[in-house]
């Protein structure tokens, strides 16, 4: 089943910012861009991407600076011609400090087949660095400062903008919309390939979520994940989507006062951050209605003083680039001890099973087991890679690798990745468990908890820990601590404390260079 060129959400936020075209739409680097200035830059485009060929079938490339309002004038223009796009300057959902090396960025652009590679002045000599390693694969497009004064203003009718545009091709909903690469545990960039019927329906999904009057959103990760489609319903809405560079916790407990934010998207260490600004005083979040969180697993005991901190604005979300979103935890559950160790009730047209790994049968509730989704807002699948698409999905339902259990009124709790999962003495040990106990303790940064093999192929836990500046800790005083509130199996045998820890392309902690760093004796 096909769909009408004017049903694409792009053409209705094109609408949307045509038809107030001196607010305020977007604020970057320190300056207010109008929503008629966007939407000309949106239709400038257009029809640049036109003449390089780009409609349905093909793929655009995006490495500009991050969070560049680029990225989102650009998936617009591309999404309106029936294109998909891809990003190739990081991975890590979480964060855009990671950049991904050139071979990394080269891999991406040959595994997506981009024909178009759209950049900025700022990375204009990678862009072309990648360019002279792949002549002929692909041709660079320039973006100007999004702060240019553009022609004169859109049509605010569906009428006058498609006249504007040019024919728009008729779009299929299973042709590719999105090509997220995502590092996943291996550090090997997979291409999750999505729909154009999975990218509107998640827009779509994502509006009521957004529905107070005025809505203002800071995005400080990335917008080529998950904060996305918030930042499409803002601007559909006539909201104000104020964009940073990347996440620091001063620079965004202020921004909320300074511009009114009414909800902001972070990664859970963000959240720990964010909650020692606000601690030291002179904040004003009363603006603030939600704060959703995501990424690792929290520590109930952060979340129960985040919540008496920042009041009833706490949103646990829990989804993957796979499955898109899964579970929500509301604010008012945050007022629970026993709803704060799980990541809520699924999304209403998300069904939850958690199965036995060895018979594939499905678990009654408080059975641990892997979790399985099944949802509209599942991938197509693995770019390129057939077997690992059949390995993840299965009959409508996706694996997701994670270990947990339902209770009987359908709150799910996560307790590790099957990956990660340590097997001593006959126990199955979950690192993630025994972290967030580690982490409650005074003094410690951060943490991470894995399984070392020794030559007869035993598993053995180990830990390495990051302290506070001027915080110290015994390495046996922790082991006993988790021996006394878990048990001594799950005690690390090993306990290195570490300036920082290694982080993958993820941004998350790489438990195989601790492995190759600090090999058993």
């Known amino acids: 089943m096909t769909r009408p060129a004017d049903d694409c959400y792009a053409l209705a936020i094109l609408a949307a910012l045509a038809a107030d075209p001196d607010r305020t739409a977007v604020h970057w680097r320190g300056q ?36 560049s309002p680029v990225m989102l004038t650009v998936r617009y223009a591309a999404h309106l011609l029936g294109g998909a796009v ?20 080269l891999r991406i652009l040959f595994d997506s087949a981009a024909q178009v590679l759209f950049t900025d002045a700022e990375n204009l000599d990678r862009a072309r660095q990648l360019a002279d390693r792949a002549p002929g694969r692909f041709v660079l497009a320039e973006d100007g400062p999004i702060s240019d004064d553009g022609a004169a203003p859109l049509a605010a009718d569906r009428a006058g903008l498609l006249a504007e545009l040019g024919e728009l091709p008729v779009r299929d909903p299973e042709e590719l ?15 999750v390939c999505v729909t154009t019927r999975v990218w509107e329906g998640t827009v779509l999904g994502t509006l009521p979520l957004v529905g107070e ?28 989507v104020v964009l940073h560079e990347g996440f620091d916790a001063a620079q965004a407990v202020d921004a909320i006062a300074r511009h009114g934010i009414t909800r902001t998207f972070m990664a859970t260490p963000h959240l720990y951050r964010t909650m020692e600004v606000v601690k030291a005083g002179g904040t004003d979040l009363s603006t603030l209605k939600a704060l959703i969180y995501t990424g690792v697993m929290a520590a109930p005991a952060k979340l129960e003083e985040a919540a008496a901190l920042l009041g009833p604005v706490l949103l646990q979300a829990y989804g993957s680039a796979e499955a898109g979103r899964i579970s929500i935890l509301l604010p008012h559950e945050h007022d629970d001890p026993r709803l704060r160790t799980t990541v809520g009730r699924p999304f209403p047209e998300v069904e939850l099973r958690v199965v036995d790994q060895e018979s594939g049968g499905e678990l009654p509730a408080g059975e641990v087991g892997e979790v399985w989704v099944r949802s509209p807002n599942l991938m197509a699948g693995y770019l390129g890679d057939p077997a690992l698409t059949s390995q993840v999905l299965q009959g409508g339902w996706y694996r997701t690798g994670d ?32 972290e967030r106990e580690i982490a409650t303790l005074p003094g410690v940064a951060d943490v991470a908890v894995y399984g070392i093999r020794d030559r007869d192929n035993l598993e053995h836990v180990h830990a390495a820990v990051v302290l506070a500046p001027g915080a110290q800790r015994d390495a046996a005083a922790i082991r006993a601590r988790i021996g006394s509130v878990l048990t001594p ?28 760093r600090y090999p058993l004796d």
């Open 213 to 240: 009057p005025d809505p203002r959103v800071l995005v400080a990760t990335p917008l080529s994940f998950v904060v996305g489609p918030v930042a499409d319903a803002v601007l559909r809405l006539g909201g104000l």
């Open 489 to 516: 199996v799950h005690a690390p045998e090993e306990i290195r404390f570490l300036d920082e820890l290694p982080l993958g392309v993820s941004g998350k902690p790489d438990k195989n260079v601790l492995r190759e």
């Open 86 to 105: 891809t990003y190739v300057r990081g991975t890590n959902p979480g964060s855009t400090a990671y950049v991904l090396s050139p071979d990394a960025q």
């Open 177 to 191: 919309a999105l090509l997220s690469f995502s590092s996943g545990s291996t550090g090997k960039p997979k291409g």
């Open 403 to 434: 270990i947990g259990h339902l209770d009987e009124q359908g709150y799910l709790s996560l307790v590790d990745r099957v990956a990660d999962v340590v097997k001593t003495d006959g126990v199955k040990i979950y690192p993630a468990v025994v």
């Open 32 to 67: 207010d861009v109008p929503a008629g200035r966007l939407a000309r830059r949106v239709a400038d485009t257009v029809h640049a991407l036109r003449k390089l060929g780009v409609g349905p079938g093909s793929t655009v490339a995006v490495l500009v600076s991050p969070n």
